[in-house]
């Protein structure tokens, strides 16, 4: 069989055409359900309102309570996720002693399992017996409200979001900074550019195409957001920590609340497309002009 061969046809369209179903179907099914009053429990037959669910949930303090707690905790988790994971990255880009063991060590936090990450650190960052805090009180400081004070606990949820995943930043950062050339940086040391200026001369500006790509998955993905937070704090106290994709769950798989929880969904989707055009949008001159 040729490459021009129309056969080929027969065998690649049928699967793509199962896979597009399969992607599809439920995308649209969803959006019906986002203009239906259904509820499983009590069971209601589904009836159609229009907006009503969109009116409702943009009316709703909830919502944007929700929106605000998640914004808060993806960009700034993943703000300092970049900031440690460069740090990080251009340090084990340098050839130093040890340097294969630190890039196995500083990459496990990423292969455990988020639950299992959210369950340890429950444990940690327990108010009474947590080590933290019995190690506080060995030294004569007071517990702190790790867990149950609304600051502590996004604080807290942060620091684990941190932890877990700035080692794939680094592991980008540092494939990315391995692949720069070595004859610029040679170039700069024959005019005495310190190290400093190296950095934002060179490193930086050729970094920056990665450094978004980078920056842009860790938001999308931190805006989605539950496993942690359903561990840890379970949204509180009260519905501190409740995030959108948290907020999400209450209403469908505890109320069943299924046209309203479809609403939320593709409001939730709206927020993230809006925030990644804007985030593309103000990239888009500095991306141009590191070209």
Request: charged letters at 10%; proline letters at 7%.
């Amino acid at each position: 069989m040729t490459r021009d061969d129309p056969i080929k046809h027969l065998f690649l369209w049928p699967a793509f055409l199962v896979v597009l179903a399969i992607a599809i179907f439920p995308l649209i099914f969803s959006l019906a359900n986002s203009f239906m009053s259904l509820r499983l429990v009590p069971p209601m037959p589904a009836r159609f309102v229009g907006l009503d669910n969109y009116t409702d949930l943009l009316s709703n303090p909830r919502f944007w309570q929700t929106v605000k707690t998640t914004s808060i905790i993806a960009f700034t988790s993943v703000a300092l996720q970049f900031v440690i994971g460069f740090g990080i990255a251009l340090a084990l880009a340098k050839r130093v002693k040890g340097v294969e063991f630190f890039r196995v060590s500083f990459l496990m936090p990423m292969l455990v399992a988020p639950v299992a990450v959210a369950l340890v650190a429950r444990q940690i960052f327990n108010p009474t017996m947590g080590p933290l805090n019995q190690m506080a009180t060995f030294f004569g400081f007071p517990n702190l409200p790790y867990l149950t004070d609304a600051h502590w606990a996004l604080g807290s949820l942060i620091a684990v979001e941190i932890w877990q995943w700035t080692p794939f930043v680094i592991l980008l950062l540092l494939a990315g900074l391995q692949g720069l050339p070595d004859d610029v940086y040679e170039a700069a040391e024959l005019e005495n550019a310190s190290g400093w200026q190296q950095f934002w001369g060179i490193t930086f500006p050729m970094m920056l195409p990665i450094s978004a790509a980078v920056i842009f998955i860790r938001i999308v993905e931190s805006f989605k957001i539950i496993d942690t937070v359903f561990v840890m704090t379970g949204g509180g106290p009260g519905v501190a920590t409740e995030t959108l994709t948290l907020f999400a769950y209450q209403e469908g798989f505890k109320k069943f609340n299924l046209g309203y929880t479809s609403a939320l969904s593709f409001l939730f989707l709206a927020v993230v497309l809006i925030l990644s055009l804007v985030y593309l949008a103000l990239l888009k001159p500095y991306l141009e002009k590191y070209k």
